[in-house]
């Protein structure tokens, strides 16, 4: 077996060489033979849920690494589907895409464009660029927020984008990982999943231990439907494993700390994305803080919000507000108003 095969499990390549090896899901599940590969398989999925990536291979030197690195991927899948999760599929496969990304720097340009065409990126290499066609750029970076990923901040000439080698990369991990995430979940036999029983039992408990963080109370903070819908719309996505894109991000940062939410409960929200880095979230909410309250920064003006496509569902506050904090004030002083009538 070629290391490639092991090391991209989810190419065609990958894929040809299972088929003509002819194991079936028995042998997988049950044949001593395979279980380094089931270990394999229960730590990639533990790993994923607890630290956000896929735990280091060995060299993959000897054939018999190489099988258990393949036939890992394939278990992993299984287990994965088994538990039907939508944030353990996409946390999944955030994890794998990572994986690829930090394998592929270790591979030359043409290997790297070999790998591109076989996950369906055609591709042409000129001294300092890669260059790809403008639709299988705009398929495949759509879901990636940053400015320089707009088309208006790339260079584009006779329909074709051009890409430096990290940024080439970079939009391959996002093809990786949604053609992860789309192909998630498979349909598991039931047998299947008895004969998966006692590691479908771990991971879910790996899986409840890290949602039980996930719980989001601003009570006897602030009220939550005091805010403006742009923000809810934002706490709503968060809380669904939805990756936001690092607007959205600032946007609800700097509104709850105006508001006088404190870190750990800005830490909170963030800790159900698929993506969560404690550190990284942790240097930027503590940066968008300030390090005194003239320093705080404030949310984006309401007219910003309008062009990244954040504010959503408008209500009649929302028309003679032009900024998140007033729509907040004035649905607080509306509420002790009536509190004080009562």
């Given at each position: 077996?070629e290391?490639?095969?092991?090391?991209?499990?989810?190419?065609?390549e990958s894929q040809n060489?299972?088929?003509e090896?002819?194991?079936?899901?028995?042998?997988?599940?049950?044949?001593?033979?395979?279980?380094?590969?089931?270990?394999?398989?229960?730590?990639?999925?533990?790993?994923?849920i607890e630290?956000g990536?896929?735990?280091p291979?060995?060299?993959l030197?000897?054939?018999?690494?190489?099988?258990?690195e393949?036939?890992?991927?394939?278990l992993?899948r299984?287990?994965?589907?088994?538990?039907?999760?939508?944030?353990?599929?996409?946390?999944?496969?955030?994890?794998e895409?990572?994986?690829?990304?930090?394998?592929?720097?270790?591979?030359?340009?043409?290997?790297?464009?070999?790998?591109?065409?076989?996950?369906?990126?055609?591709?042409?290499?000129?001294?300092?660029?890669?260059?790809?066609?403008?639709v299988?750029?705009?398929?495949s970076?759509?879901?990636?927020?940053?400015?320089?990923?707009?088309?208006?901040?790339?260079k584009?000439?006779s329909?074709?984008?051009?890409?430096?080698?990290?940024?080439?990369?970079?939009?391959?991990?996002?093809?990786?990982?949604?053609?992860?995430e789309?192909?998630?979940?498979?349909?598991?036999?039931?047998?299947?999943?008895?004969?998966l029983k006692y590691?479908?039992?771990?991971?879910m408990?790996?899986l409840?231990k890290r949602?039980?963080?996930f719980?989001l109370?601003?009570e006897?903070?602030?009220?939550?439907?005091?805010?403006?819908?742009?923000?809810?719309?934002?706490?709503?996505?968060?809380?669904?494993?939805?990756?936001?894109?690092?607007?959205?991000?600032?946007?609800?940062v700097?509104?709850?700390?105006?508001?006088?939410v404190g870190?750990?409960?800005?830490?909170?929200i963030?800790?159900?994305?698929?993506?969560f880095?404690?550190?990284?979230?942790?240097?930027?909410?503590k940066h968008?803080?300030?390090?005194?309250?003239?320093?705080?920064?404030?949310?984006?003006?309401?007219?910003?919000?309008?062009?990244?496509?954040?504010c959503?569902?408008?209500?009649?506050r929302?028309?003679?507000?032009s900024?998140?904090?007033?729509?907040?004030?004035?649905?607080?002083?509306?509420?002790?108003?009536?509190?004080?009538q009562?």
């Amino acid at each position: 077996m070629e290391k490639k095969i092991a090391l991209y499990p989810f190419l065609p390549e990958s894929q040809n060489f299972v088929d003509e090896e002819d194991i079936g899901l028995v042998d997988l599940l049950e044949n001593p033979r395979f279980a380094s590969a089931r270990s394999r398989a229960r730590r990639r999925v533990k790993w994923s849920i607890e630290k956000g990536r896929i735990p280091p291979a060995e060299n993959l030197d000897k054939e018999l690494d190489r099988h258990s690195e393949l036939f890992s991927y394939i278990l992993s899948r299984l287990i994965v589907s088994c538990i039907k999760d939508d944030y353990l599929v996409k946390r999944y496969a955030l994890s794998e895409s990572k994986t690829f990304y930090s394998r592929i720097y270790r591979e030359t340009s043409l290997e790297v464009k070999e790998i591109a065409n076989s996950l369906g990126i055609e591709s042409a290499i000129t001294e300092q660029d890669f260059i790809v066609s403008l639709v299988d750029y705009l398929k495949s970076s759509s879901p990636l927020k940053e400015k320089s990923w707009k088309l208006v901040n790339r260079k584009i000439k006779s329909g074709k984008v051009f890409l430096t080698e990290k940024k080439f990369r970079r939009m391959l991990q996002e093809v990786v990982r949604k053609k992860i995430e789309e192909d998630l979940p498979l349909d598991v036999p039931d047998e299947v999943q008895s004969k998966l029983k006692y590691i479908l039992e771990d991971i879910m408990q790996t899986l409840e231990k890290r949602e039980s963080k996930f719980e989001l109370d601003f009570e006897g903070i602030v009220d939550k439907e005091l805010f403006p819908p742009c923000m809810n719309k934002i706490v709503s996505d968060a809380r669904a494993s939805r990756n936001l894109s690092h607007t959205e991000r600032f946007a609800i940062v700097s509104f709850l700390i105006n508001i006088n939410v404190g870190y750990n409960k800005i830490l909170d929200i963030f800790k159900s994305s698929p993506d969560f880095d404690d550190e990284r979230t942790s240097y930027q909410v503590k940066h968008i803080a300030g390090n005194h309250s003239e320093n705080k920064y404030k949310p984006p003006s309401c007219e910003t919000l309008k062009t990244y496509g954040i504010c959503v569902s408008p209500d009649w506050r929302c028309d003679r507000v032009s900024h998140p904090l007033g729509y907040y004030s004035w649905s607080l002083k509306s509420r002790k108003e009536n509190e004080n009538q009562d």
